[in-house]
T-cell receptor
Framework: EAGVAQSPRYKIIEKRQSVAFWCNPISGHATLYWYQQILGQGPKLLIQ????????DSQLPKDRFSAERLKGVDSTLKIQPAKLEDSAVYLCASSLRGGRADTQYFGPGTRLTVL | AQSVTQPDIHITVSEGASLELRCNYS??????LFWYVQSPGQGLQLLLK??????LVQGIKGFEAEFKRSQSSFNLRKPSVHWSDAAEYFC????????????FGTGTRLKVLA
C-alpha cells in the first residue's frame, strides 16, 4: 500500500513570509497527525485530526499556525508569518483509528528553513 | 508529568558488535511503548512496539526490546550491528490524555564503524 505522502520535501523562506505544507495519509486512515521536529529533538505533536475534526491542538501556536483536513483525507499545515524558530522538519503521520493499539505511519517530512 | 528520556545522544559501535540503546519513561499507567528509526531524509519507521504480555518484544531488522516495569525502561538491543543500521532511533510512549498520543524521546544517533 502507498505510504504517507508529503510535499514539498524542502522549503526555504524569509522570516515573516507564509508557507504551506501538504499531506496525503494512507488510504482509509481516519487519524492524521502533524509533528514538528526541531534539530536534535524528538517529534512534537502539533495537531491531531480524527476524520475532519480536530481532537488535539493544544501545542499548536495558533497565532501563526493553522491546519485543516477537508473531507477527512488530505491535510494542509500553514505558517503565517514564519519566525526563525519555526525552522524544523514537519512530519505528517496517520493511523487507522487513532486508538492505543494503532501504529502511526510517518511521511518523509518537509524540511523548513526560515532565514 | 509524562516524559521519555534517552540518555545517550550519540553512540558509536563497530560493525558486528552488539548494541543497546536506553530508554526510560515516566507514566503513571501501563504504557504502550514504541521504538522508531529515522534514516537521513526519511520519515520514522516503526521497529517494534510493546502493549502487554511477553516483556521481550521482537521487531524488524533483527531488533528486540525488553520492557522492565521496575526500572521504567524499554531498552532496544541488537546482537550484531550492520553498517546500514546507522540512523537515529526514537523511543516513544503512547498515552491517553484526552486523546491517545505519543510522546517521543530526544533520540539517539547511532554511528557504525566499518
Amino acid at each position: 500500500e502507498a505510504g504517507v505522502a508529503q510535499s514539498p520535501r524542502y522549503k526555504i523562506i524569509e522570516k515573516r513570509q507564509s508557507v504551506a505544507f501538504w499531506c496525503n495519509p494512507i488510504s482509509g486512515h481516519a487519524t492524521l497527525y502533524w509533528y514538528q521536529q526541531i534539530l536534535g529533538q524528538g517529534p512534537k505533536l502539533l495537531i491531531q485530526f480524527q476524520n475532519n475534526g480536530v481532537v488535539d491542538d493544544s501545542q499548536l501556536p495558533k497565532d501563526r499556525f493553522s491546519a485543516e483536513r477537508l473531507k477527512g483525507v488530505d491535510s494542509t499545515l500553514k505558517i503565517q508569518p514564519a519566525k526563525l524558530e519555526d525552522s524544523a522538519v514537519y512530519l505528517c503521520a496517520s493511523s487507522l483509528r487513532g486508538g492505543r493499539a494503532d501504529t502511526q505511519y510517518f511521511g518523509p517530512g518537509t524540511r523548513l528553513t526560515v532565514l | 508529568a509524562q516524559s521519555v528520556t534517552q540518555p545517550d545522544i550519540h553512540i558509536t559501535v563497530s560493525e558486528g558488535a552488539s548494541l543497546e540503546l536506553r530508554c526510560n519513561y515516566s507514566y503513571g499507567a501501563t504504557p504502550y511503548l514504541f521504538w522508531y528509526v529515522q534514516s537521513p531524509g526519511q520519515g520514522l519507521q516503526l521497529l517494534l512496539k510493546y502493549f502487554s504480555g511477553d516483556t521481550l518484544v521482537q521487531g524488524i531488522k533483527g531488533f528486540e526490546a525488553e520492557f522492565k516495569r521496575s526500572q521504567s525502561s524499554f531498552n532496544l538491543r541488537k546482537p550484531s550491528v550492520h553498517w546500514s543500521d546507522a540512523a537515529e532511533y526514537f523511543c516513544a510512549v503512547g498515552l491517553t490524555s484526552g486523546t491517545y498520543k505519543y510522546i517521543f524521546g530526544t533520540g539517539t544517533r547511532l554511528k557504525v564503524l566499518a
